[in-house]
T-cell receptor
Framework: AQSVTQPDIHITVSEGASLELRCNYS??????LFWYVQSPGQGLQLLLK??????LVQGIKGFEAEFKRSQSSFNLRKPSVHWSDAAEYFC??????????????FGGGTRVLVKP | EAGVTQFPSHSVIEKGQTVTLRCDPI?????LYWYRRVMGKEIKFLLH????????ESGMPNNRFLAERTGGTYSTLKVQPAELEDSGVYFC??????????????FGPGTRLLVL
């Protein structure tokens, strides 16, 4: 069974500083991976995804993530954080099944607080 | 293009009552998913529809939960009778890809359910 671990429950970062959120997954085959963000009072918004190919993927809002198969990781980064990046971030792994659905397995989330 | 919508945004009910949540997927999306996040836990898969058929309902917690998708458009999730542990945020997601391929799911804003 697949699983996702986000080791950091909370992260506080100063505005303008860099941000890195960790994500480790366990999956028996080649995974496909997502990062979603939930801003206060909002739903889940897709930031970026990795299906195959280039292991460094670019997303919206200046975010990027790097897939490292050897480390089973898919860490999310942003070079310079803005106050509007304060939110909860979720890493997810998808399973491809010809018979069942393509359900996502989520990590527990990392809540990011941005200091002025 | 309108995104996934969910109604109501919030619901507060007493234990033993019935609540029905509604999800309208993105137009043309055959796949519809329900997920749930109970307090402090991960977002967990509940079930998956392809059009009006249940493809995978392995995540449904018990028979107090009933999901329907008549006509393959919107879906409802009924909880009857509601228990305290049903409190949480219920997310709906949709995608247009075929089962068996990697897909991107788009999420709605969620329904926040509180059972007192």
């Amino acid at each position: 069974a697949q699983s996702v671990t986000q080791p950091d429950i909370h992260i506080t970062v100063s505005e303008g500083a860099s941000l890195e959120l960790r994500c480790n997954y366990s999956y028996g085959a080649t995974p496909y991976l997502f990062w979603y963000v939930q801003s206060p009072g909002q739903g889940l918004q897709l930031l970026l995804k990795y299906f195959s190919g280039d292991t460094l993927v670019q997303g919206i809002k200046g975010f990027e993530a790097e897939f490292k198969r050897s480390q089973s990781s898919f860490n999310l980064r942003k070079p310079s954080v803005h106050w509007s990046d304060a939110a909860e971030y979720f890493c997810a792994v998808g399973a491809v099944s010809l018979t069942a659905g393509n359900k996502l397995t989520f990590g527990g989330g990392t809540r990011v607080l941005v200091k002025p | 293009e309108a995104g996934v919508t969910q109604f109501p945004s919030h619901s507060v009910i007493e234990k033993g009552q019935t609540v029905t949540l509604r999800c309208d997927p993105i137009s043309g999306h055959d796949n519809l998913y329900w997920y749930r996040r109970v307090m402090g836990k991960e977002i967990k898969f509940l079930l998956h529809f392809v059009k009006e058929s249940k493809q995978d309902e392995s995540g449904m917690p018990n028979n107090r939960f009933l999901a329907e998708r008549t006509g393959g458009t919107y879906s409802t999730l009924k909880v009857q009778p509601a228990e305290l542990e049903d409190s949480g945020v219920y997310f709906c997601a949709s995608s247009q890809d075929r089962v068996g391929v990697r897909e991107t799911q788009y999420f709605g804003p969620g329904t926040r359910l509180l059972v007192l």
